[in-house]
DNA sequence: TGGCCCGATTAAAACGTATCAATCACAATG
DNA sequence: CATTGTGATTGATACGTTTTAATCGGGCCA
């Protein structure tokens, strides 16, 4: 009564237990009468399948792991929803697990994973290490990079193309008639800042500008609050810049708040634009100019891929998807 | 080599699997010399312990399930992360679930809950549905409420007094000398608007008012979009509020902006606050005044109370915890 | 020296499922 | 009628661990 198990459906249905697993798993090997009787019997009985027993037989789970850097981040919300819904559609649960960006955490929730038996891990790496990856692999774990382009091409990977993204970002800027330029960023080990900055350069470059113009300002975190204190930087300088490129919304949220508090307005004496487009970029006061990336899509290619990969190994081909992504313009540049 | 068992461990080290088992598991069993020579085996042959195997054999797993309504909501990430935390410490992994306010949804989370045997299940439910959450009990799963009372005296919960959080932000709004109040909420089905509005409502008792003044605005959705569209419903009203009170931040952001771009100031024409106190709120150009819930400790506590009952039945006291929000007085309120 | 006890270790039996070879019933074929 | 073939079902086994009772090897006491 506490459990009950495929012995039990199997007495109930008149069957033997080999034939509820049938019913479980290949439907279409049973005929139809038993298998109306098997799933009377499962249905009256209340079985639900012992997940383990399943796992330790087969030699594989229906679980995927995901590990984030922070979940805390609108953009990886984004990208665990996109993860869960797919993975929820093909039956697959997730063990979430959060990194906070910390390395020790990263290698203890892959351990999880591991004693989970997951079929595959989702996991945007938070620095480069191939050997950790290496060694899931060699334990038959499938991984897929997630907003990290694929190391080798071994393996499946998704991310953004970040290098277009600032491209776009400051061409929008320029094109507004935009002179001195700021890019306001995170810390330098942050392959995304690096790879925006690029973008940026090669916008100016294209334009027949010097890329060396760029003025840079560097903080130590990504959130609103180094945002302003960003704008505070800025106003201590001689001159404004005409417009300011941000590494993610956060920093542009924080530094749009900076701006206006000191009297500058935005975007008639500084255009600003930032990068993610999360929800909260359309709801700022002054509505924030952006580069939208397909974030939830991200998410779900991601875990289509994985699925894949854990599904038909012997047909899958490791792909290397690369999105592209947008730009929003809203009121905060001109 | 694809897989090392504790039957591997054990040839190596030169001991029996059980004496494998009780290294991993009661340490303080086995004498000194053999742990050294198990935990040398375990290291040289990267042996990583079979979860399901052990979960089959134990009869209980080291995972739980975290059902939430909507992941993309920053106040439930707040308390995912607290969860995650407390269980990864705790060494339990964390199923996630998606439910996005659908119950089908939250019942498909459930049924891979009960598969996947998880220890204890932590929950917002969507909607009042005792039943489900006996079913669960049946099968030996324990649950925790989350932001939501308890149902019963036998069931564990944590909370955050949304009446006495209403109340906290009307009086403030009196105390600013505010004549006429507004209350933007969302549906009436969801328990924290109403609570809130009854907090708001013994807030204007206590100050000799009529609670039947307060101006209620539902809207559909509680989105800085809905935020938005109430602050034109308000506009096009005779006569402005004094303050206005949003049952939460995303609502309150959506109504800033709304008045701004309106020309009314804030807090100067219009006092504003919101509920939850997310990040963006303090970020936002007039930061907002709001009510601070102990998000992140909700989920840790929950988590605490949770693995409290799975590890101790015996002497597990179920508790319905109650805590208490905060007043966050910033810009947008006199 | 013989008997006992105690801590440390082992051997064996489960846990619930998936899988595969073997069996069965029965129809079609020669 | 004997044989083959086919599709449905069964029985037995193994997956890797935990757990219990049994065993072992000494040290201690009488």
Redesign the interface.
Known sequence: M?TVSIKDVAARAGVSPGTVSNVLNRPEKVAGGTRVRVEAAIRELGF??????S??RAGH?R?IG?SVID??N?FF??V??GV??MA?ERGY??????SSGSRL?EE??L??F????VRGVLITPSDEDPGRLE?LRE??IAVVLVDHPAERSSQCAVAVNDVTGGAMAVGHLLRGGAGRIGYVTGPAAIRQCQDRRRGAEQALAAAGRDPAELREIAMPAM???A??QAAEKLLADDALPDAVFCAND?LA??M??GL??AGVRVPDDVSLIGYDDI??A??????LSSIRQPTYQLGRVATELLLDECDNPDTHAHQQIMFQPDLVVRESTR
């Not at 639900?48 to 027993?53: D, I, Q």
């Not at 649960?93 to 959060?98: C, F, M, P, Q, R």
């Not at 591991?114 to 038996?117: G, I, K």
């Not at 359309?282 to 509505?287: D, E, I, L, P, R």
């Open positions: 506490a639900v399948r012992h997940g383990s027993a796992t330790l789970s679980t995901l979940i805390g609108p919300t984004d665990a929803a869960e819904d929820s649960a997730v063990i979430l697990g959060n955490k203890r929730n351990l999880v591991a004693e989970q038996r060694r334990r038959d959130t609103a609050k945002g302003q956060l949220l924080g749009l708040r206006l508090q929800d909260f359309s709801a700022s006061t002054v509505s």
